[in-house]
Nanobody, 115 residues
Framework: QVPFVESGGGLVQPGGSLRLSCEAS????????MAWYRQAPGKERELVAG???????NYADSVKGRFTISRDDAKNTVNLQMNKLKPEDTAVYYC?????????WGQGTQVTVSS
């Protein structure tokens, strides 16, 4: 798997929006499902959203209707548009493959939702 670099995190008020970006150093065309994960302090890393090579996406119930994942294989990028953010969305967000399974993790990008 290629390295992934996440960006776009920050501090936002509840109800606000952020757009996270993921750039791969190599091609992601061969990765069937790309995904965004997140990990909050004291919790296990969880899958937030995934998107397959045909553009079909799925989301964790906790973010469904608020987050949108997209991928551009020509640019080797994966984005996550996050709207109507809630304090419980606070976490470090990571971009990685889902299928095949991830083998290593980058630094992620911190998202903090607080008033």
């Amino acid at each position: 798997q290629v390295p992934f670099v996440e960006s776009g995190g920050g501090l936002v008020q509840p109800g606000g929006s952020l757009r996270l970006s993921c750039e791969a150093s190599g091609s992601i065309k061969s990765i069937f499902v790309m995904a965004w994960y997140r990990q909050a302090p004291g919790k296990e890393r969880e899958l937030v959203a995934g998107i397959d090579s045909d553009g079909y996406a799925n989301y964790a119930d906790s973010v469904k209707g608020r987050f949108t994942i997209s991928r551009d294989d020509a640019k080797n990028t994966v984005n996550l548009q996050m709207n109507k953010l809630k304090p419980e969305d606070t976490a470090v967000y990571y971009c990685n493959a889902a299928v095949p399974s991830p083998t290593s993790w980058g630094q992620g990008t911190q998202v903090t939702v607080s008033s």
